[in-house]
């Protein structure tokens, strides 16, 4: 079964999505959350697609971080780095650092 998904459940705007690197993910083009579209083989049975592919803690974290600099980080899977990638990162862990610490790891 499919649930319809209209808004982004981050940003709340029109779910616009680009596809990420890994089978059935997509990021949002506006906030950069990651959504598992598509089931990938192998996945836990029982899910419903499509989904918002974060835990609820990081989720209120991601959102609360959209909401205050209104910068996108993508953070769905890639194999590579994207143009604008690496700053979209570093602008988030920056932010982390100073808001949410315990979400990174001790060499960051």
């Known amino acids: 079964m499919t649930k319809k998904i209209e808004n982004c459940e981050i940003c709340g705007e029109t779910l616009i999505v680009t596809w990420t690197d890994f089978y059935g993910q997509a990021t949002c083009v506006n906030c950069g959350a990651p959504y598992q ?28 971080y959209y909401q205050q600099t209104k910068k996108c980080c993508r953070i769905g899977t890639y194999v590579e780095h994207r143009s604008g990638l690496r700053e979209e990162h570093e602008n988030f862990k920056k932010w982390l650092k100073q808001y949410h610490p315990k979400f990174l790891a001790k060499e960051a």
């Open 37 to 64: 579209l598509l089931e990938p083989s192998g996945a836990t049975k029982g899910l419903t697609y499509p989904y918002l592919d974060l835990n609820s803690e990081f989720k209120e974290v991601f959102k609360e």
